[in-house]
């Protein structure tokens, strides 16, 4: 595997920066970057929680960054919903969503406009759809997401583990030379090396599809 050389500390400020300003969804003004061993910490304030969603995502594409750290605030404006209103909004969004998010298995709590969302759904995608359709209602600060993933009966581990490793291939085939899995009841670990962020989050992302399935702990590490 081709080794990435890191790129200095200022460097990537310089990067992420410039990617916030190249961000039309995201005011970089309200914004200030700091940078540690690939560690990009966001701090300042923005106008909406899904602007501050837009900023993260911004800075874990330039490469070079590891992680990203948030200390960025929301500040409304005037004629902010009550936690109340937010959440009787929320629910309703979860009512209009049945499709994907299955009826009455989510269950809504705000406190201080920060919604935070409970239950179980059997897919990690059904949790991610419950997390974006509570994100973008108006006057929210942030969200939690703690619904949890039931696991699929019948399902053994040796065939979850092949599955996983079977798309890690057809996806790239670097991944199933780099990648390793293991799977404990229903818990995945991911181990290895690979050259971007993204590649490291493409492999994330290829567990979760698997069935029975509940959680991902992803130690796959850049190389260089």
């Known amino acids: ?46 106008g909406t929680y ?11 594409r330039v490469q070079g960054v590891t992680t990203t750290a948030d200390k960025i605030l929301v500040r409304h404006g005037h004629d902010v919903p009550v936690d109340a209103d937010l959440a009787r909004e ?27 969302l409970r239950g179980s759904v059997d897919w990690h995608y059904q949790r ?3 997390r974006r359709a509570v994100a973008v209602l108006p006057g929210i600060s942030g ?37 390793e899995v293991g799977i404990d009841d229903g818990q995945v670990t991911l181990t290895g090396q690979v050259l971007t962020p993204a590649e490291r989050r493409s492999a994330e992302q290829t567990a979760w599809f698997a069935p029975g399935v509940t959680s991902v702990d992803n130690q796959v590490k850049l190389s260089g």
């Open 1 to 46: 595997m081709t080794e990435i050389q890191h790129r200095p500390d200022h460097h990537l400020k310089t990067a992420v920066t410039d990617e916030l300003a190249w961000t039309p969804s995201v005011n970089a003004e309200g914004i200030g970057v700091t940078v540690s061993d690939g560690v990009a910490t966001l701090s300042g304030h923005v």
């Open 50 to 60: 899904p602007e501050k969603e837009e900023a993260l995502r911004a800075a874990t």
């Open 90 to 116: 929320a629910m309703a969004v979860f009512d209009r969503h049945t499709i994907v998010v299955p009826k009455d298995s989510v269950q809504v709590d705000v406190r201080d406009r920060v919604v935070t």
């Open 128 to 130: 991610e759809a419950a």
């Open 143 to 179: 969200v939690r997401n703690l619904i949890t993933l039931r696991p699929s009966p019948g399902v053994s581990a040796s065939e979850t583990k092949a599955q996983i490793v079977a798309a890690l291939a057809r996806h790239a085939p670097g991944f199933a030379q780099h990648v």
